[in-house]
């Protein structure tokens, strides 16, 4: 079973703070991907990253940086938190498949509340 | 610009009733769609997916889904729906990007 884990389910910080969420993958999928979840907007890209030290801009980059030094750990970090940047965090990976998006595994979420 | 749509936000029936869920898009090349399902308080995951070959497909728990190019659509459907049923369910196309639709949440009477 592909497994993607992340670190926290339930994450509450306040305005300003420095927040790292980590996701990791056991399937040596070369995708990660970051995504934001909000009531009636669906999915939405924040970053994705093809292989280690790849990343690529998604939809809604502002406010988020990642990292990603090994292939199986995908990290978004948020430099100061803020409160719109309170939702659901869903991390994703995928196989690589001739440069178009394959399905993808996702993680259970984390809930940030920032404060 | 790129979109998915899916028409219907919030959709009740009754057990067994027969279900149909909406998903269009806007880009004119080649696709690859998919639709993910979320139960409550579960990870996302895949129902169905289509790159090529027969337009209509199935996928897991009995649902299927029908491309139609012309249309430029991808509609969930299921002839019975059950309680187990209940769940969001999100339309996603790949157009060298991957685009999620808003969602729709599915509510099953039993």
């Known amino acids: 079973d592909v497994k993607v884990t992340q670190s926290s389910r339930y994450l509450v910080k306040r305005t300003g703070e420095k927040v790292f969420l980590e996701c990791v993958q056991d399937?040596?999928?070369?995708?990660m991907f970051w995504y934001r979840q909000d009531p009636g907007l669906g999915l939405r890209l924040i970053y994705f990253?093809?292989?280690?030290?790849?990343?690529e801009k998604g939809d809604i980059p502002e406010g988020y940086s990642v990292s990603r030094e090994k292939k199986e750990r995908f990290s978004l970090i948020l430099e100061s938190a803020s409160t719109n940047q309170t939702s659901m965090y869903l991390c994703a990976s995928s196989p690589r498949s001739g440069g178009r998006f394959n399905e993808q595994f996702f993680g259970p979420g984390t809930r940030l509340t920032v404060l | 610009a790129q979109s998915v749509s899916q028409h219907n936000h919030h959709v009740i029936l009754s057990e067994a009733a027969s279900l149909e869920l909406g998903c269009n898009y806007s880009y004119g090349g080649t696709v690859n769609l998919f639709w993910y399902v979320q139960y409550p308080g579960q990870h996302l995951q895949l129902l169905l997916k289509?790159?090529?070959?027969?337009?209509l497909v199935k996928g897991i728990k009995g649902f299927e889904a029908e491309f139609i190019k012309s249309k430029f659509s991808f509609n969930l459907r299921k002839p019975s729906v059950q309680w187990s049923d209940t769940a969001e369910y999100f339309c996603?196309?790949?157009?060298?990007?991957?685009?999620f639709g808003q969602g729709t949440t599915l509510q099953v009477k039993p």
């Open positions: 399937m040596d999928h070369e995708n």
């Open positions: 990253s093809y292989d280690v030290k790849m990343k």
């Open positions: 289509y790159f090529s070959g027969d337009p």
């Open positions: 996603a196309v790949d157009t060298g990007k991957l685009i």
